[in-house]
């Protein structure tokens, strides 16, 4: 798998999300993990990511979300050329919700 960043920290906390085991221990986790402003912004791309696969338009993302055009732009960048993460995500959420 090619990465974007090779990194001893960054393989850390992949390791750690991978040992989460209920939503609670996620969203503790990240509670600590993370600033208020951070999980807003990361939690912001997912739904711009959903709302770019849903096939909304750029102008209704950000009514909805908040977000510029410039995160919305990367979000698509990486929906369209990335490494399918958004993609298995969603499909995943879609099979648990069926």
């Known amino acids: 798998m090619k990465r974007k960043i090779n990194d001893e920290n960054i393989d850390l906390l992949f390791k750690a999300v991978l040992e989460l085991r209920t939503y609670?221990?996620?969203?503790?986790?990240?509670?600590?993990?993370?600033?208020?402003?951070?999980?807003?912004?990361?939690?912001?791309?997912?739904?711009v990511a959903k709302?770019?696969?849903d096939k909304c338009v750029y102008s209704d993302i950000v009514a909805a979300t908040g977000a510029s055009t410039a995160t919305i732009?990367?979000?698509?960048?990486?929906?369209?050329?990335?490494s399918n993460g958004y993609e298995v995500l969603f499909q995943r959420i879609e099979e648990k919700d069926e």
């Open 24 to 47: 609670d221990e996620c969203v503790d986790f990240f509670d600590d993990l993370c600033t208020v402003t951070e999980l807003k912004s990361i939690s912001q791309r997912i739904k």
């Open 73 to 82: 732009s990367r979000v698509n960048r990486s929906l369209q050329y990335g």
């Open 51 to 53: 709302m770019l696969r």
